[in-house]
T-cell receptor, first 115, second 111 residues
Framework: DGGITQSPKYLFRKEGQNVTLSCEQN?????MYWYRQDPGQGLRLIYYSQIVNDFQKGDIAEGYSVSREKKESFPLTVTSAQKNPTAFYLC??????????????FGEGSWLTVV | RKEVEQDPGPFNVPEGATVAFNCTYS??????FFWYRQDCRKEPKLLMS???SGNEDGRFTAQLNRASQYISLLIRDSKLSDSATYLC????????????FGQGTELSVKP
């Protein structure tokens, strides 16, 4: 079945550590996105990518980094510079900007907790 | 001002009620609009896209007003299972297909 897979689902990080969240899609989608959601809050855009080897900062990119070396993969690294990383992280993808109205697909999310 | 803003919640309604949510957007270059539903601790799932002419799917009706830059979602005959957070989503094509979410409006339908 086609879809988006995020891993790990639950992750605990010590302060000062970098961690990488995986996001893989087999939908042949051009565009991929990373969002952060805090309890009781909406989704805030961290980074997005419209094409391989290109990505743009979202609204809260500080303390995060991404890469897009392959169309299928868009990993997110939460660096030690991110002061409050405990949150629910969602990866999403869609066909591309040329198709108005096309559906956004989400992974099941990753829960990151700093201990 | 936030790029996408929704009605603050929560909305607490009895079963069978009709409830309406509004969402305003600030960027006139916004191209596509969606309503997503999110259950607690789960990923958002598409409820419906919003078309310029308005569209209906069973008990759900979505409207778009480009002149006033808002979209709405109407739920008729509310069910207990409609309890969730409803997210408004806007795509902005002159910013490389950026997707912007509203903060969500929580709906709680009571017996």
């Amino acid at each position: 079945d086609g879809g988006i897979t995020q891993s790990p689902k639950y992750l605990f990080r010590k302060e000062g550590q970098n961690v990488t969240l995986s996001c893989e899609q087999n939908l042949n989608h051009d565009a991929m996105y990373w969002y952060r959601q805090d309890p009781g809050q909406g989704l805030r855009l961290i980074y997005y990518s419209q094409i391989v080897n290109d990505f743009q900062k979202g609204d809260i990119a500080e303390g995060y980094s991404v890469s897009r070396e392959k169309k299928e993969s868009f990993p997110l690294t939460v660096t030690s510079a991110q002061k409050n990383p405990t949150a629910f992280y969602l990866c999403a993808s869609r066909t591309g900007q040329g198709s108005a109205g096309n559906t956004i697909y989400f992974g099941e999310g990753s829960w990151l907790t700093v201990v | 001002r936030k790029e996408v803003e929704q009605d603050p919640g929560p909305f607490n309604v009895p079963e069978g009620a009709t409830v309406a949510f509004n969402c305003t957007y600030s960027n006139s270059a916004s191209q596509s609009f969606f309503w997503y539903r999110q259950d607690c601790r789960k990923e958002p799932k598409l409820l419906m896209s919003v078309y310029s002419s308005g569209n209906e799917d069973g008990r759900f009706t979505a409207q778009l007003n480009r002149a006033s830059q808002y979209i709405s979602l109407l739920i008729r005959d509310s069910k207990l299972s409609d309890s969730a957070t409803y997210l408004c989503v806007v795509t902005i094509y002159n910013q490389g297909g950026k997707l912007i979410f509203g903060q969500g409006t929580e709906l709680s339908v009571k017996p």
